[in-house]
């Protein structure tokens, strides 16, 4: 029989006794067994992954004599590391467990559906705690041998107040320690000789941005190993970064006779497409000597092929011992970029080569946890560069900046290493996109409210009855049309993606009716009412799939997507097409055996956070019909900035996108106190 605890049945003296002692519970629900029906209870309410309790109970069994309090702290760290956190602070646990946790809002407890009792939210069993019971929590946790302060490794690590799993801590110390190095390597190049035709390159700017925060931003990249350059959609962060490193490789001709190895990287190979397309546009509005031109990376990779993924682990071919051949690295949609994946880049990267992060650090952070790129632009959009560098970026550019940042950020770390671009090419002065993603990122509810009477064309906002509405279902049809007529009259592939591309319907959440999940299969059910697919489940002509697990082998990357066709070239057999790169003709759609995918999911509808890293014409974005805690600032702003030229918002709830732009999400990460440390600068 399945025990419920009731409220007050798990106190804090039950937390902290060792098994063994009496503890503060019912007789049926005793000790270690109470802690693991409580995790199990969670997890049946899907407030903890199975993973999280599973990990809990796996090293309760190193530990027998655990208490069941670091055995619920060890099933919490996990729960955070599937929302992205690195670690568990304690003290912000105690002080405000819903927000911390995030797990159902409102609710204190939730009453059992059976009704044999109630089941308390993790919130609750933390606030009974009390805020003062932080320093007792902290040193139950640095009592068991399974938590150590990481001179030994031990699989979880204690750090004054915040409880790390062992990987992340270390993935958090290295990034720090190798972002601290490269800051500190001086740079090598002559730079006064550049200042000439850092002018030229920027020249068009002249007349009508002051200050040029691209040529800025060049001149910064010239200056050092590492520079983060961080700006909203369509703000030049490819074409400043293409005119940089056509100016690095002129010089580099000049005096060393041959050019630098430069690498372009981004996370998901639609980003690397979308990068590779961006940069060719760059390229050909550029006057450049032909050998110029030749020296300069025409294409872009994923992060995971330069570093050499590995399908039978998860180290990569490139680490420290076998670092990267390379001069410059250029990582676009770095937000996009996990903790741990950031700590494999440095390592592989050599000391001595540039590293350029590029950036929108008001996007939504990686999927996995960190936050890397969010961090390390804390407080960027004022200037706080150190007196050295405003001199040295006034001779290069002419420019006499004005620092807004207090006298206080001299403790910062990046404060010379982040630039900020200001100015977006992409939207119109008079596009509603843009003003709707400038007042989300602000905060700005009542400039949200206000914009949908404002007569924009290019944002719409549409109130649903439910989850079945039909004007929703017809919105969606409407947007596929055209790729749908396309696959049925047999066109070529790559025509039929670029058709997919124009269209696509995004979800805050994943789960539930207003979710990918539900969503998907409305959608399917309700094309395939009217003919236009075969079947609503497995592999029917027409289905588009994303890929979720990258597969060195076949090379595809968690993010691709493609098209179910029936393949002329293999007698009308399904196949899926997926967009690649081809030396000859640019691109081309390469076919592959649907039986060879096993980690793909149906994408009619896809989560904002896998859209992140690709852009369509078109979007129609979903929000669920309550608040959730999923539903943030960060989240909407991703959204509404993958439209290119048309953001259509649904939703049964009116105050869904306001409740979503007045909250923020804040990630536990803590590189940039490392980095602080590192330098020897206190805050
Ligand atoms: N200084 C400028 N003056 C005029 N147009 C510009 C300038 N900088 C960029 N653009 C134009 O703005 C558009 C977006 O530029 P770019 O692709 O470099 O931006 P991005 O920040 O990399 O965009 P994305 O957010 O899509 O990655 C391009 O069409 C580009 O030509």
């Given at each position: 029989m399945k025990h419920r605890i009731s409220p007050g049945q798990l106190s804090f003296d039950s937390l902290l006794e060792e098994e063994g002692a009496p503890p503060d519970i019912t007789t049926e629900v005793t000790g270690s067994l109470a802690i693991d029906e409580l995790l199990d209870q969670w997890v049946e309410m899907q407030w903890l992954r199975p993973l999280d309790a599973h990990l809990a109970r796996f090293l309760s069994e190193h530990e027998p004599t655990m208490s069941p309090l670091v055995r619920l702290s060890i099933a919490l760290v996990s729960h955070q590391l599937g929302r992205g956190h690195v670690c568990l602070d304690l003290e912000q646990a105690l002080t405000d467990a819903d927000a911390v946790l995030s797990l159902p809002p409102q609710e204190r407890s939730v009453r059992a559906a059976d009704g044999m009792g109630v089941i308390e939210t993790p919130a609750h069993v933390l606030a009974r705690l009390g805020v003062s019971s932080v320093g007792l929590w902290t040193e139950q946790l640095a009592a068991s041998p399974l938590i150590g302060d990481g001179r030994a490794s031990t699989p979880l690590v204690l750090e004054q107040q915040r409880l790390y799993l062992y990987r992340f801590w270390r993935c958090e110390c290295d990034v720090a320690l190798q972002l601290g190095r490269r800051m500190?390597?001086?740079?090598?190049?002559?730079?006064?000789?550049?200042?000439?035709?850092?002018?030229?390159?920027?020249?068009?700017?002249?007349?009508?941005?002051?200050?040029?925060?691209?040529?800025?931003?060049?001149?910064?990249?010239?200056?050092?190993?590492?520079t983060v350059i961080s700006g909203g959609p369509g703000t030049g962060k490819t074409t400043t970064v293409t005119r940089l490193l056509a100016l690095l490789q002129e010089n580099a001709l000049a005096s060393e006779g041959q050019p630098l190895a430069i690498r372009l990287v981004a996370p998901t190979g639609k980003a690397a497409a979308r990068l590779t397309e961006s940069i060719g546009r760059a390229l050909e509005r550029l006057t450049l000597a032909p050998e110029i031109r030749r020296s300069l990376p025409a294409e872009a990779t994923t992060l995971h092929r330069l570093l050499g993924a590995r399908s039978d682990s998860r180290h990569f071919r490139h680490d420290r011992q076998h670092p990267l051949s390379l001069d410059l690295l250029v990582v676009d949609e770095a937000s996009m970029v996990d903790l741990e994946l950031m700590a494999a880049l440095l390592a592989a990267l050599p000391d001595q080569a540039r590293l350029i992060l590029l950036g929108d650090k008001d996007q939504l952070a990686s999927v996995e946890a960190g936050a890397v790129l969010g961090d390390l632009c804390q407080g960027a959009e004022r200037v706080g560069y150190s007196d050295e560098l405003m001199t040295y970026l006034q001779t290069m550019t002419g420019t006499c900046l004005e620092r807004e940042q207090p006298a206080a950020s001299a403790t910062d770390p990046m404060r010379d290493h982040v630039v900020v671009l200001?100015?977006?090419?992409?939207?119109?002065?008079?596009?509603?996109?843009?003003?709707?993603?400038?007042?989300?990122?602000?905060?700005?509810?009542?400039?949200?409210?206000?914009?949908?009477?404002?007569?924009?064309?290019?944002?719409?906002?549409?109130?649903?009855?439910?989850?079945?509405?039909?004007?929703?279902?017809?919105?969606?049809?409407?947007?596929?049309?055209?790729?749908?007529?396309?696959?049925?009259?047999?066109?070529?592939?790559?025509?039929?993606?670029?058709?997919?591309?124009?269209?696509?319907?995004?979800?805050?959440?994943?789960?539930?009716?207003?979710?990918?999940?539900?969503?998907?299969?409305?959608?399917?059910?309700?094309?395939?009412?009217?003919?236009?697919?075969?079947?609503?489940?497995?592999?029917?002509?027409?289905?588009?799939?994303?890929?979720?697990?990258?597969?060195?082998?076949?090379?595809?990357?968690?993010?691709?997507?493609?098209?179910?066709?029936?393949?002329?070239?293999?007698?009308?057999?399904?196949?899926?097409?997926?967009?690649?790169?081809?030396?000859?003709?640019?691109?081309?759609?390469?076919?592959?055996?649907?039986?060879?995918?096993?980690?793909?999911?149906?994408?009619?509808a896809m989560t904002v956070h896998k859209s992140q890293g690709s852009e369509f014409e078109r979007i129609l974005f979903v929000l669920p019909d309550r608040p959730n805690p999923i539903l943030t600032r960060e989240l909407v702003y991703t959204a509404v900035t993958r439209a290119r030229s048309h953001c259509q918002l649904v939703s049964a709830f009116d105050e869904a996108l306001v409740h979503a732009t007045a909250r923020r999400v804040h990630r536990a990460s803590h590189i940039r106190e490392r980095l602080q440390a590192a330098a020897g600068l206190s805050s």
């Open positions: 500190n390597i001086s740079d090598s190049l002559d730079i006064a000789l550049l200042g000439p035709r850092l002018a030229e390159l920027f020249q068009r700017n002249a007349d009508h941005v002051t200050p040029d925060w691209q040529q800025l931003a060049c001149a910064l990249a010239l200056y050092q190993r590492l200001r100015q977006s090419y992409r939207f119109e002065a008079g596009s509603g996109i843009g003003r709707l993603a400038e007042c989300i990122n602000a905060g700005d509810t009542a400039g949200v409210r206000r914009l949908w009477s404002a007569g924009y064309e290019d944002i719409a906002w549409q109130r649903l009855s439910g989850p079945g509405d039909r004007q929703l279902i017809g919105l969606i049809m409407e947007g596929y049309r055209n790729y749908l007529e396309l696959m049925q009259q047999g066109g070529d592939p790559l025509e039929i993606l670029d058709a997919l591309g124009r269209f696509q319907v995004l979800c805050a959440l994943r789960r539930g009716p207003w979710g990918t999940e539900g969503l998907n299969e409305r959608i399917a059910e309700a094309m395939e009412r009217e003919g236009l697919i075969a079947a609503t489940s497995g592999w029917y002509a027409g289905r588009p799939v994303m890929i979720t697990r990258n597969d060195p082998q076949l090379a595809l990357y968690n993010g691709d997507i493609g098209i179910t066709l029936p393949d002329s070239r293999a007698e009308g057999r399904l196949r899926v097409f997926f967009e690649v790169a081809d030396d000859q003709k640019g691109r081309r759609a390469r076919a592959v055996l649907p039986g060879r995918l096993d980690s793909v999911e149906t994408a009619w």
